[in-house]
């Protein structure tokens, strides 16, 4: 089953209608909660996503970055069969079922093999170490710890299986079966089976360039000294911290001022250096609000103008130029939240990642709810155990509110409660989304 926030590419930028205005959402629809669902606006983000091209790192600069193709084994691993711990390699048609059996050490192997290659024979066996090559002659390794040793002796108190205690020759992967798919994350254990099938370079998407900046002529940064009404740019660091990947280069332009003159020309600096443009603020229905005429003025079009989320109700995704743009609302705690449940997967996915982000999971709620039909509400909660059959059980912060920046920080994951939902009672069934990786 394909991951939601697949689609295919668009090479080139929708085309320009003759009235750009006809593309762009009145504020009038919002105040008339003219809103679209939060499945909807992601599909039409979707559509805005350019294509990203291939490069060729090297295996050791790879790791977090998107692979291009996929990897297939050169070769079967195990490359040959070899054993799986420490012990004795023997041949079990040799004994005669008589028990103890004694056998005479001929030799040792490991797995740097350095000595000369030696074969089991009759009344043999040979000492061998994990990893090391099954000699000619053996079809099971007898675990150390079964065995007595009497000097080159070793006494045999059970009788072994065939096969016991080998890993066989393409047991894990056959040569040419495919180790890692398209669109898959290099993470460690792509970086190991990678590595284990010898495989030096690797062909991945280049890395996202986001450019980033800030609205608001309020903002100040962190160590300034502010005034009554000043407020310090958090923003800019949430944004930092989401958008830590290995996949994505961030191109970090500041903040700016509330100025129709001073905005286009940031946003003319965001879209010559980025794949995509994301900003903080500017994009509700006040006087300040100008983001959709700089947009405009900038030969752009949005495509969404407002979602049914909550917090988060002004999220705006477009496209300016060649990059594709994301106007988040300037409520640093609807920035955390519409990017964890809109943005990060459409970054995901214009970047090549096959999935993008983890599904809600199902847990078992801790709380009561009243229903709010109309929007998808986001609430900040903590895990406080697990039932029976291992569901999570969860329990919103006291005065829950995703928009409130300091609570969420005490956030373990967002309890997603869908436009349609009833009221909620102890023990319902809800969706889970874990911040584990925030």
């Known amino acids: 089953m394909e991951h939601p926030y697949e689609s295919p590419e668009i090479s080139a930028a929708p085309q320009r209608r003759s009235d750009p205005h006809e593309s762009l959402t009145q504020p009038a629809d919002r105040k008339n909660d003219r809103l679209i669902p939060v499945d909807l606006a992601i599909q039409k983000g979707m559509r805005l996503r350019l294509p990203i091209e291939v490069e060729t790192v090297d295996l050791q600069d790879a790791s977090g970055r998107v692979l291009a193709q996929p990897l297939t084994a050169p070769t079967p691993l195990p490359r040959f069969d070899h054993s799986a711990m420490d012990g004795y390699a023997v041949n079990v048609d040799d004994l005669n079922g008589f028990l103890p059996v004694r056998l005479t050490v001929i030799g040792r192997v490991a797995a740097s093999r350095t000595e000369k290659e030696i074969a089991v024979q009759a009344g043999t066996a040979i000492r061998i170490l994990t990893g090391a090559p099954i000699p000619p002659g053996a079809n099971t390794v007898i675990a150390q710890e079964e065995i007595k040793r009497e000097g080159d002796t070793i006494v045999i108190s059970r009788l072994p299986q065939r096969g016991e205690n080998i890993r066989l020759r393409g047991e894990d992967v056959q040569a040419g079966a495919t180790l890692i798919t398209r669109g898959s994350l290099m993470d460690p254990r792509a970086m190991g089976v990678t590595a284990s099938a010898g495989l030096a370079k690797i062909e991945v998407f280049r890395k996202l360039r986001v450019a980033i900046f800030s609205t608001g002529s309020e903002l100040r940064q962190p160590g300034e000294t502010i005034a009554l009404g000043e407020i310090y740019n958090s923003n800019r660091y949430i944004l930092r911290g989401l958008l830590d990947k290995a996949w994505i280069s961030v191109v970090d332009l500041g903040s700016c001022h509330d100025d129709p003159k001073a905005l286009s ?40 103008s407002g979602v049914a989320i909550k917090p988060g109700k002004p999220l705006t995704l477009g496209r300016v130029g060649q990059a594709a743009y994301i106007g988040l609302p300037g409520n640093p705690g609807a920035v955390f939240t519409t990017f964890c449940a809109v943005v990060e997967g459409l970054l ?91």
């Not at 946003?267 to 300040?288: H, K, L, Q």
């Not at 214009?350 to 509400?377: D, K, M």
């Not at 609570?407 to 809800?430: C, N, Q, W």
């Open 265 to 304: 020309a940031r946003m003319r600096d965001a879209i010559a250096n980025a794949d995509v443009v994301i900003t903080t603020g500017g994009v509700s229905v006040g006087d300040e609000d100008h983001m959709a005429d700089v947009v405009r003025q900038c030969e752009g079009a949005i495509v969404v």
């Open 348 to 438: 995901g996915t214009w970047a090549g990642l096959r999935q993008p982000i983890e599904p809600a999971s199902p847990a078992i709620a801790n709380f009561v709810w009243p229903s709010h039909p109309g929007r998808s509400t986001y609430l900040p909660a903590i895990l406080t155990g697990y039932s029976a059959n291992g569901a999570p059980i969860v329990d919103l912060l006291p005065k829950a509110n995703s928009g409130k920046l300091a609570l969420l920080s005490r956030a373990e994951g967002f309890v997603v409660i869908g436009p349609h939902r009833a009221d909620i009672k102890r023990g319902d069934a809800v969706e889970w989304f874990p911040l584990t990786k925030h």
